[in-house]
């Protein structure tokens, strides 16, 4: 297991043991993890995003600590959150990532979560000139969000 996987299932276990609120000191869990920081670092800024259901908090100096909430928010709520910060732009690992946390999170059932997908999918997409693959991704993604959010 990578160490990066390390780092977030120890956060999530966190989470889940404090009913979604975990506070962390950055230097103290890299020691117990057997990490540099950055890697602390790396993992709160690519797994536990907004996008990801989660908002991190972050307080320096000498008692300073990192608070991570897991987001309560309602499932129309969520697809519009996400809607909205998808932009003109949407790369294939993005759109791939973001409907995998929505099926994990319950906000997207499995078919629905494969039809959006293979919608977006390099595959289906083929037919366009590669410069305006990512624009055409993001309309499609946002329209099928909107279509499951009803």
Known sequence: ??????????????????????????????????????????????????????????RRGGGGYIRITRLQISR??????IINTVGNTLDAGTARAMTENMLQNGVLTREAAELIQAAVSEKALSVLPRELRNEARASIYKNMLIAVRT
């Open 1 to 58: 297991m990578r160490i990066s996987d390390s780092v977030a299932n120890y956060i999530l276990h966190l989470l889940n043991e404090a009913d979604g609120i975990a506070e962390i000191q950055r230097n103290e869990l890299a020691n117990v993890l057997g990490c540099v920081p950055s890697q602390i670092n790396y993992v709160l800024t690519s797994r536990f995003t907004p996008e990801h259901g989660y908002l991190v908090e972050s």
């Open 76 to 81: 129309p709520d969520m697809i519009m959150h």
